[in-house]
């Protein structure tokens, strides 16, 4: 990882406080591959409830997507970048201690970007999938 | 608003530990319009943070957006219902000390449902949309 | 209707050989409401096949949806703009002598544009709903 | 190819008068990769005109989305499928003879299957994306 790149990661992990509770870490950055993978741990607050003990909500699902799939974009024009839009889908439950999102840039233009991502469970079951647009413009 | 969906909403509410953390409330359903809006109030762990004090994080604006749109077709279908995918476009900045969203099932056919959502703040400016389809099946 | 969005419109309706192949017609420009209006009518090409007769395929309602979004953002910023993406919903079987979608542009910023497409059968029933972003600057 | 597979293809490119005006073949099916490839030739009706000569239109473009990511999913569940929704990214301008679409499924449930999109050009650039969901009852 480059100087820039872990600048970039920092300033994720340590400037938004969103991001801090949801207690998010980096587990590779791969330049090469232009892929960011972070891995979220389960804490009460995540908890869909209900009669699906153990399950993370969609909601903290969708944060993480959004959050992995800018930090895809960002190490690539330099700087955290506001999202345009995405769109998640939920393809099974997710359980267990952590998940763990995988973001790919598909492809980053002068005005935008666009980024993959890939929620995996403990199991390495693809729990759900995102893809979001983004200004390639950091501010 | 009838018994039952004062029953499905109490349960969204109250039944799941992300909702709770998020601390909505209801701010109107009307089931003669097929409308639901809830309130978000801003708290330290949903900033956004960096130099853009006061504004809602995204990830919490899309957890929002899935949990109104979801509350609109659960109404409908009397129960809570799996969110199957979802879109979010963010159009300002979400800043104040509250947002609010209102959400309307566009439709609600056997298999699934689709619910708008208009996210405003509190000068009634549009922040955000989201777009979501649900399971019509309750479970 | 203003003379500018006379041209944009005319630009828009002989300038591309899949939109005179689609056949659209303008069937109203609101510039007060901000919403556009057009109108495809069935061609043989155009159908579904299959145990459906009569029914549009999707695609060629993707294709409306795009266009007639797209139209709403140009006539706000002067000029037919690229789109960066859009989600189209299925809502019913689209049959019938021609469909009409009207689509309004919820927000047009400096960098992006976006616009909901409703689209009606001929009885007025709700078929699909699009949700585009599009460039704001033409070209 | 099993002979079942043989059949959904063809009942794909031979039932419905819009998958034949698109003028669609096979390129490969792989069911061990769940893969679907199929190939789409310009012709002067799918051109988007104006200044960009030998473009093809984003009509077009989502219209061959929708139809090979439905192919992806009608291989695993036996028979064509109603679209839920889809999402297009447009990444570059898509020019040349033929455009190529590679369709994987990414999970088929009980009532939903996903399928990822790319689409390629002569020059195997990716030129948009496209995510689908499909209902997992053929009819």
Same mark, same amino acid.
């Given at each position: 990882?480059? $100087?820039?790149?872990?600048?970039?990661? &920092?300033?994720? @992990?340590? /400037?938004?406080?969103?991001?801090?509770?949801? +207690? @998010?870490?980096?587990?590779?950055? $791969?330049?090469?591959? %232009?892929?960011?993978?972070?891995?979220?741990?389960?804490?009460?607050?995540?908890?869909?409830?209900?009669?699906?003990?153990? *399950?993370?909500? /969609?909601? !903290?699902?969708?944060?993480?997507?959004?959050?992995?799939?800018? @930090?895809?974009? =960002?190490?690539?024009?330099? %700087? =955290?970048?506001?999202?345009? +839009?995405?769109?998640?889908?939920?393809?099974?439950?997710?359980?267990? +201690?952590?998940?763990? =999102?995988? !973001?790919?840039?598909?492809?980053?233009?002068?005005?935008? /970007? #666009?980024?993959? #991502?890939?929620?995996? $469970?403990? *199991? %390495?079951? @693809?729990? &759900?999938?995102?893809?979001?647009?983004?200004? !390639? *413009?950091? /501010?």
């Amino acid at each position: 990882m480059t $100087d820039d790149a872990r600048a970039i990661v &920092a300033q994720f @992990l340590d /400037g938004s406080p969103f991001v801090s509770f949801l +207690n @998010l870490s980096l587990v590779e950055l $791969d330049a090469q591959a %232009g892929t960011v993978t972070m891995r979220m741990p389960m804490r009460p607050e995540l908890e869909r409830g209900g009669s699906m003990t153990g *399950q993370f909500h /969609g909601g !903290a699902i969708a944060a993480l997507i959004d959050t992995v799939g800018d @930090l895809a974009v =960002a190490v690539r024009v330099g %700087g =955290a970048v506001p999202t345009i +839009n995405f769109r998640v889908d939920y393809l099974r439950p997710s359980t267990g +201690n952590a998940l763990t =999102a995988t !973001a790919t840039a598909r492809r980053v233009g002068r005005t935008v /970007g #666009v980024a993959d #991502v890939d929620v995996m $469970d403990e *199991q %390495g079951r @693809l729990t &759900a999938v995102g893809r979001g647009t983004y200004s !390639a *413009q950091p /501010g």
